[in-house]
């Protein structure tokens, strides 16, 4: 089985997933959002890029201004031949009821784009372009994930609050991704991070604090579990229990907010193996449930019967469930464990709160299509060539 990370981070600012597993493959995807002021929203990209401090005026899913994007993911296990179908449109989930704090599901479809991302840059940029139309209705126009990468304790409260509140007002549900963990992507290409776990839990606090009281997603740190084999037993114990201080954190911050918490993919660790880790972060008190596939190929049928089997093996609550980053699965994954802006990917399933799957609770766009690994393009940059090949399948 090929073993993957899920996703890395652009050099500079902000994301990166490192491969420290068990196989001949490099699990990860190199491209998570730079960081360079505050990341904005956009799925996450094969490595993160720097994004813009969001606008405190930004209210609506309306372009504003330029804003880089996330990470990326790593490589599958096996390709399957039939393509993943259309979302299904039945209803919403129901609530979960579980044994944590009561916290409310994400109502409808209505996921909160941002108006500052790098392909928004590029529309507002490109309107004769020919491209233009394609990009726009099937990338610029979809909610996408909101990258947090940089390390910054004195302004993360109020760039997570500008988004926040403007998806209060819009009436619609913000992605955002908290990823400054220290070690991470165990010093690859997305290193970076809180200097250390201290500082680390302190600006999860100044991140909470500007949670709101409206109903939020948050994708906690993106292969902080999954990604964590480099780690000494005592580093790995001590970085978990750090996860668990900041699910507890995020939700007393805000009880209506849904917090995933890292199972890596499919073609990565087995569900047991994950499943044990999560329990050891604290999932089974700590988060509503996991994320998988962050920046990755792999098909959403694949990722959605091994997050059951992940949430199986965790052991309840029964309340918990999954989301799934579906921004670049379209056609599955390559051959070969191929993971740097591979050919012949496609656009995946629209993000979504409702999947019509069992302990499925949304398909998401954490990366951004269109944002590099750094093959196609510089690491974590809007790359249009490939951002027309992802919205084409070619």
């Not at 994954?333 to 979504?352: E, H, I, K, S, Y």
Request: hydrophobic letters at 35%; proline letters at 10%.
């Amino acid at each position: 089985m090929a073993a993957a990370a899920s996703v890395v981070v652009a050099v500079g600012a902000v994301t990166g997933v490192v491969s420290a597993v068990t196989a001949d493959v490099d699990h990860r995807n190199t491209a998570r959002p730079e960081t360079g002021e505050t990341p904005v929203q956009g799925p996450l990209p094969a490595r993160p890029t720097a994004s813009r401090t969001p606008s405190a005026q930004t209210s609506a899913p309306r372009p504003a201004s330029p804003s880089p994007s996330p990470p990326p993911a790593s490589p599958s296990s096996r390709a399957r031949e039939s393509r993943d179908s259309p979302a299904s449109p039945s209803a919403a989930r129901p609530t979960r009821q579980s044994s944590g704090p009561s916290r409310a599901a994400p109502v409808g479809d209505g996921l909160y784009r941002h108006p500052e991302s790098q392909v928004l840059d590029w529309v507002r940029a490109n309107r004769d372009d020919p491209r233009h139309p394609l990009i726009k209705s099937r990338i610029a126009d979809r909610p996408a994930a909101v990258w947090f990468a940089a390390y910054d304790p004195g302004a993360v409260t109020a760039r997570v609050r500008s988004v926040t509140s403007a998806a209060e007002r819009a009436g619609r549900v913000p992605v955002l991704v908290p990823y400054a963990i220290p070690g991470r992507d165990c010093g690859g290409a997305s290193q970076g991070g809180a200097p250390d776990l201290g500082s680390y839990d302190r600006w999860i606090g100044a991140f909470a604090a500007g949670l709101g009281g409206g109903e939020v997603i948050v994708v906690l740190e993106p292969d902080s579990i999954a990604l964590s084999d480099c780690l000494s037993a005592g580093e790995r114990r001590a970085r978990f229990a750090s996860l668990a201080r900041a699910g507890r954190t995020l939700h007393a911050a805000n009880p209506r907010a849904k917090v995933y918490f890292d199972a890596g993919h499919s073609g990565w660790h087995s569900a047991e193996k994950q499943a044990a880790a999560l329990r050891a972060a604290g999932a089974r008190s700590h988060s509503d449930g996991v994320f998988t596939n962050v920046s990755n190929f792999h098909h959403t049928a694949d990722e959605a019967a091994y997050a059951r089997r992940v949430l199986a093996a965790l052991g309840g609550p029964p309340g918990l469930g999954a989301v799934i980053d579906t921004s670049r699965n379209g056609n599955g994954p390559p051959a070969g464990g191929q993971w740097c802006d591979p050919a012949g990917r496609a656009l995946g399933r629209a993000p979504t709160t409702r999947t019509g799957e069992a302990k499925v609770d949304a398909y998401l766009w954490v990366k951004l299509p269109g944002e590099s690994d750094g093959c196609k393009g510089a690491a974590g940059t809007f790359t249009p060539d490939y951002a027309y090949q992802l919205a084409r399948g070619t």
